[in-house]
């Protein structure tokens, strides 16, 4: 669960105890996602950095910054374990790996703030839904042509 206070708090559903207090962002958090092996969390806000933490020792791993105003969205790659992709109100998507957090793997820019982002289960493409109520399909075998 992310907070106004820039905080995450991840709960045992199971007790309803909270498990572990992430103090990774300086605003609020927008976004939160799990990779694929839930091995790692991604926390996203206000501040512009991307958190990724290990959900094992609820260590910061890696913070990646290039987004230019708020992050919207984190979507994790089902397929590739580290590739994941956030959008913005920037109007941008970036992809990125976790292997490298110096720069994005791949940019898409798009006219107007991006809302949210998701994967197909194949991962071969990638859904937007933008502030102008654009839903966009994006074919990522295609997406640098």
Not at 30 to 54: P, W
Not at 56 to 71: D, M, N, Y
Not at 90 to 102: A, H, P, R, Y
Not at 108 to 125: C, F, N, R, T
Request: glycine share 6%; proline share 2%; charged share 20%.
């Amino acid at each position: 669960m992310g907070n106004i206070d820039g905080i995450v708090y991840l709960i045992d559903l199971k007790s309803r105890q909270i498990v572990a207090k992430l103090e990774n962002h300086g605003l609020p958090v927008r976004a939160l996602q799990f990779t694929s092996s839930s091995k790692n969390l991604i926390s996203a806000g206000e501040d512009l950095h991307i958190v990724v933490t290990d959900t094992e020792t609820f260590q910061r791993k890696r913070t990646f910054v290039g987004h230019t105003k708020l992050i919207t969205s984190i979507a994790c790659h089902p397929q590739t374990e580290d590739l994941f992709t956030t959008s913005s109100c920037d109007g941008t998507l970036k992809q990125w790996s976790l292997q490298d957090s110096s720069k994005e793997v791949a940019q898409i820019l798009l006219e107007k703030p991006v809302w949210s982002v998701s994967y197909s289960a194949s991962g071969d493409y990638l859904v937007t839904a933008s502030e102008t109520g654009t839903i966009a399909l994006i074919n990522c075998n295609k997406a640098g042509e």
